[in-house]
Every structure is written in C-alpha cells, then in structure tokens.
C-alpha cells in the first residue's frame, strides 16, 4: 500500500527520489511524459458540470502515479496542500521553486536543475509559472470547507471544483492552459490534492458516497485506464476506495 504524503513532509531521501524519476522520465526517448500528459487533451474530464470529473482523474493520478513507481518502487505521488496555512501564508515550498539542487550522488555534476520547477512538452515546450501573493490561496481553502459539508456527490463535486480553479488561477502561466498544464510537474501534486480532498469527504459515508452518485457515473468507463492485466476500462465504481488501487493518504 503506497502512502501520499503532503509534500512539504517528504524527507531529504524520498525528495531526491522524487527528482531523480521525473529526470528520467524527462530523458526518456520514448517521451512516455509527455505523452501521458497528453491524455488529458485526448480523454479527459476537466470542466464542473462533468459528473465523471473527479472518478476519471483518480484514474489519472493513478496511472501517473505508476509511472513514477516504474522508475522507483518506494516512490507514492505527493500533494501539494494549497489551503494550508504554511501554503496561504508562504506559497510553493522551495523544492519546487528552487533552480537547482545539490546532488550527492553525482560527483561529475554535483548542481543539477531542479526537475520540479518546471515540465517540459512536446514541440520544445516548457512550461512556467506565474504566482500571485499567497494570501490569494485563501479562497481555495474556504470552498474547500463549504464543499465538505455537502451531502451527496454531485453537490460535492460542483462546490469544491472552483477550489482547483482558484489553485490554477494563483499559480498562472502553464497552468491556465489546458494544453499546456500537465506538462508541469506542479500538476500532478496540485491534484492529488484534488483527489485528497474527495477521499476526505468519502470518509463521513460508509459506502463512500457511492448511494448518491448517479449509476451512468458508476459505470462510465475511464479510458483509457485499466488494472494490470485486465481486459476492460476500469470503472467509477473500480475507483471509489482507493486501497483498491494500492494507496491511501497520510492524513
């Protein structure tokens, strides 16, 4: 059972693996980064009245999520917690700001550029951030608030999605572009936050709210995404726990 954690509590260790695979998911010829990132355009839910928006995204996250496991295996997708304090009060934590950083390992180029400052997409792209004054953050934590004291899933989903909107806005830059977005590294740990939170308000339901969600969301098939070795598209329903998935949250 992989554990996500809040990124700001990732020790010096599991930041320099985190680094280390999203370089050699950068290197990688093949260019399986960039083109996972491209799902988003291709199958993707990203809009508010999407009933689908947050199951397909778990889906995502998910499947990202493995791609970092299959440059190393201790590795779980962090979350950057945008309506905590430190966050409204400071921003981004450093690792992901920094230029550079030091690495030990590596004798004959011990200063390095940080691979979590930004992304790199196809046709020379790199993407690039924008951040506004921290305090802007607030907002996204008071919808976050209101949205988990909603009762049934659709009225979740549509109150705490202006929460993300209102974390793309603060950040800026790629991050306002659908096209571009995914390609930052920021993308993947500002969305587990989003998929946190879910899991949060489906702990107040023993069925984890899945008696208030429609049987189309249910049923929708998340493609292109699929369970090892399995013949068909996993489902809403395949999504709702996610130890079924093989990970849970540190808080």
């Given amino acids: 059972m992989r554990v996500r ?3 700001r509590d990732l020790d010096q260790d599991e930041v320099y693996r985190l680094r280390q695979a999203f370089e050699a998911l950068y290197a990688d010829p093949d260019q ?3 083109s996972f990132a491209k ?8 809009t508010r009245n999407d009933l689908d928006f947050l ?15 299959a440059q190393d295996a201790s590795l779980a997708l962090p979350y950057w917690d945008y309506t905590e304090p430190e966050s409204i009060e400071t921003g981004l934590p450093a690792i992901l700001t920094e230029l550079t950083y030091n690495d030990p390992n590596d004798p004959n180029t011990p200063v390095k550029p940080n691979p979590l400052h930004h992304g790199f997409g196809m046709s020379k792209l790199i993407t690039y951030r924008e951040t506004n004054a921290p305090a802007g953050l607030a907002v996204a934590k008071e919808i976050a608030a209101k949205a988990l004291m909603m009762t049934d899933y659709p009225s979740y989903l549509i109150a705490f999605y202006p929460a993300d909107v209102v974390s793309h806005a603060w950040i800026g830059g790629s991050l306002t572009d659908l096209h571009a977005a995914p390609f930052d590294p920021l993308f993947w740990f500002s969305h587990c936050n989003l998929d946190r939170y879910w899991n949060q ?34 489902t809403g329903q395949a999504v709702l726990n996610t130890s079924d998935l093989g990970y849970q949250y540190s808080d």
């Fill in 32 to 34: 399986r980064y960039q």
């Fill in 201 to 234: 308000w489906q702990q107040g339901y023993s069925d984890l709210g899945a008696s208030s969600m429609p049987p189309t969301v249910l049923s929708a098939k998340l493609k292109p995404f699929k369970l090892s070795g399995a013949d068909d598209f996993l």
């Fill in 55 to 69: 199951t397909w995204n778990r889906a995502f996250f998910w499947a990202f999520e493995n791609l970092l496991v």
């Fill in 5 to 7: 954690k809040n990124i």
């Fill in 39 to 46: 799902i988003l355009l291709n199958d993707g839910h990203a």
